[in-house]
C-alpha cells in the first residue's frame, strides 16, 4: 500500500513540475519586467527617471552620433503651491506637468522626471528649428491645460540647446539647457513683477 501511495505521489509530483516550473518562471519572468521598469521610470510620475535619462545620453555621447536637443523645464511656484495647499496638491501638480509633457513622448522624443519639480525632454533627430517649435507647442498644451483642467495653473520654465553632433557633447548640451531654463526662469520672474 505504502508502494502505491509513493508511486501515485512520484506520478502526480512529475505531472505538476512542468505546471509549478512554467508558472514559476511567469513570476520570475514578471518580476524582472516590474524590476526594469521601477529602475527606469519615477515612481511619483509613471514617466522615465533621471538614470534612464542619463543612460540614453551615455549612448549618445560615447556610441551614437546624432543631432539632439535637451529641453529642460522646471516649474514654478512650486513651493507657493505647497505652503498654500499641501505637499499632495504639489505632487498633483508634479503629476500633471509630467502627463502634459508625456503627450510629447514619441520614437525620438523621451521624456524624464529628473527630480523635485524637474523634467527633461531628450530630442534625437531633430532641428534647431523643430525643437523652437516643441518648445512653443509645449507652452500651447500647458496654457490649454491651465484654461480647461486646472485650479492649479502648471507654470513652467523651459531651456533648450541644441548640437548637430551628439558625440562628446552632452555634457556641454545638458548644461547649456539647464542654464538657458534658469534664464527663461528669471525673464518671467521679471515679467510677473513688471505686470
Not at 521601477?38 to 551614437?64: A, K, P, Q
Not at 525643437?131 to 495653473?153: D, G, T
Request: a negative charge.
Amino acid at each position: 500500500m505504502r508502494l502505491l501511495y509513493f508511486s501515485l505521489g512520484l506520478l502526480l509530483g512529475l505531472m505538476i513540475l512542468p505546471v509549478y516550473r512554467k508558472v514559476e518562471r511567469k513570476k520570475w519572468i514578471k518580476f524582472q519586467q516590474d524590476l526594469e521598469y521601477r529602475m527606469n521610470h519615477d515612481s511619483l510620475t509613471g514617466i522615465y527617471n533621471r538614470d534612464f535619462f542619463e543612460s540614453e545620453c551615455t549612448v549618445l555621447n560615447e556610441d551614437t552620433n546624432s543631432s539632439v536637443a535637451i529641453l529642460v523645464c522646471d516649474l514654478d511656484d512650486l513651493k507657493v503651491t505647497n505652503d498654500t495647499y499641501g505637499h499632495k496638491q504639489g505632487d498633483e501638480l508634479i503629476k500633471n506637468a509630467a502627463w502634459v509633457l508625456h503627450d510629447f513622448s514619441s520614437e525620438n522624443i523621451t521624456v524624464a522626471r529628473l527630480g523635485g519639480d524637474e523634467f527633461v525632454l531628450l530630442v534625437t533627430e531633430t532641428t534647431k528649428g523643430e525643437a523652437k517649435q516643441l518648445v512653443s507647442q509645449i507652452l500651447n498644451s500647458i496654457h490649454e491645460y491651465n484654461a480647461r483642467l486646472s485650479n492649479i495653473e502648471i507654470k513652467l520654465s523651459i531651456g533648450f540647446a541644441f548640437t548637430q553632433n551628439s558625440l562628446g557633447q552632452m555634457t556641454k548640451l545638458f548644461a547649456q539647457a539647464d542654464q538657458n531654463m534658469y534664464s527663461n526662469k528669471n525673464e518671467r520672474k521679471l515679467l510677473t513683477c513688471v505686470k
